[in-house]
């Protein structure tokens, strides 16, 4: 078990930019979730797959953002012409369906929009 | 409109007392509630959870009460060490809420030695 990974741990881009995450989570596990973390906030819940399919998304998912988990395996996160306020760190998480309220999570993708 | 609060921000606790680290929350279709631990440079990992059916859930050192009817939940960690200083943030879910995790704005704890 080698736990949840997340590339690249930082990114810095300029307003206007597309970016993209990506989240390899844990073998077994079958749910992957997305969420952002703001400084002093908790983790916000942004999308949630089961295998292949995107099953619940959240209103803070705005049509600038996208998440895929094309084979049921890793999933990425791009957001398109990134605006100051998409600054945040995006947190991945895994779980698998007979626990889910177990999530673990990896280390976080740090953005910066300049 | 927060639905998780946990009004303290900051807590100090000298080593070998008692933590005890408070979560409210409002939406009364909670049902299922978590704590996580986070240290710097790492994404936040699971310590213990409690379902609205029980009103005590213990694991080692840590301790979750829940209040129902207070819509309060609270974190015991006895004895307290240095290695438990890091946020520590409440969640809540419901059967409505799906996969969908609210999290409190988390509490940071720092155990003197």
């Known amino acids: 078990d080698t736990g949840v990974s997340q590339d690249p741990r930082h990114k810095i881009t300029k307003r206007g930019q597309n970016v993209t995450f990506r989240c390899d989570p844990i073998?077994?596990?079958?749910?992957l979730y997305w969420y952002r973390q703001t400084l002093g906030q908790g983790p916000e819940f942004l999308t949630y797959?089961?295998?292949?399919?995107?099953?619940?998304k959240s209103r803070l998912l705005s049509d600038r953002f996208s998440a895929e988990r094309p084979k049921g395996s890793f999933s990425t996160l791009e957001i398109q012409r990134t605006e100051q306020g998409d600054s945040a760190m995006y947190l991945c998480?895994?779980?698998?369906?007979?626990?889910?309220?177990?999530?673990?999570f990896g280390p976080g993708t740090r953005l910066t929009v300049t | 409109d927060q639905q998780v609060k946990q009004n303290s921000p900051s807590l100090s606790v000298q080593e070998g007392r008692i933590s005890i680290l408070n979560c409210d929350y409002t939406?009364?279709?909670?049902?299922?509630f978590l704590w996580y631990k986070k240290y710097p440079a790492e994404g936040p990992t699971f310590l213990i959870s409690?379902?609205?059916?029980?009103d005590k859930n213990e694991d080692g050192r840590f301790t979750v009460f829940l209040n129902k009817s207070a819509k309060h939940l609270s974190l015991h960690i006895v004895p307290s060490q240095p290695g438990d200083s890091a946020v520590y943030f409440c969640?809540?879910?419901?059967?409505?809420?799906?996969?969908?995790?609210?999290f409190g704005p988390g509490t940071r704890l720092s155990v003197l030695p």
């Open positions: 998480a895994s779980s698998r369906s007979s626990v889910t309220y177990e999530q673990y």
């Open positions: 073998s077994e596990h079958n749910r």
């Open positions: 797959f089961q295998n292949e399919a995107q099953l619940e």
């Open positions: 939406n009364s279709m909670f049902d299922y």
């Open positions: 409690i379902s609205s059916i029980k």
């Open positions: 969640a809540a879910s419901g059967r409505n809420y799906g996969q969908n995790f609210v």
